[in-house]
């Protein structure tokens, strides 16, 4: 997987994150992809950790993580509006 740091026209960062066919066989397997949060630290931004993970819908994401145990800091008014979102195609940026 490629990382780096790109910004919108604003100046804003971005986490560029390029996605290998090896990478995307480990999503479709079910599989996710951990990045540690020192690598986006290394580009200039905020040490956190990413977690890249796939599904069938999102509402089976979200089902998933919910069912891990992860507090994901999703509501459910948050979670609606980003399946909205997804819809519509929105990208959020």
């Known amino acids: 997987m490629i990382k780096g740091r790109m910004h919108t026209k604003d100046g804003k ?3 560029f994150l390029g996605l290998s066919h090896a990478n995307l066989d480990k ?3 079910g ?3 951990y990045v540690k949060p020192e690598e986006p630290a290394a580009h200039g931004l905020p040490e ?3 977690v890249i993970h796939g599904g069938e819908t ?3 994401i979200i ?3 919910t069912e ?3 507090d994901t ?3 459910p008014e948050a979670a609606e509006q980003m399946l909205a979102d997804a819809d519509d195609g929105d990208d959020g940026s």
């Open 13 to 15: 960062p971005i986490l």
């Open 27 to 29: 999503l479709r397997a």
């Open 31 to 33: 599989l996710p992809i």
């Open 48 to 50: 956190m950790g990413v």
């Open 58 to 60: 999102e509402e089976s």
């Open 63 to 65: 089902a998933e993580f």
């Open 68 to 70: 891990a145990g992860f």
């Open 73 to 75: 800091k999703l509501s």
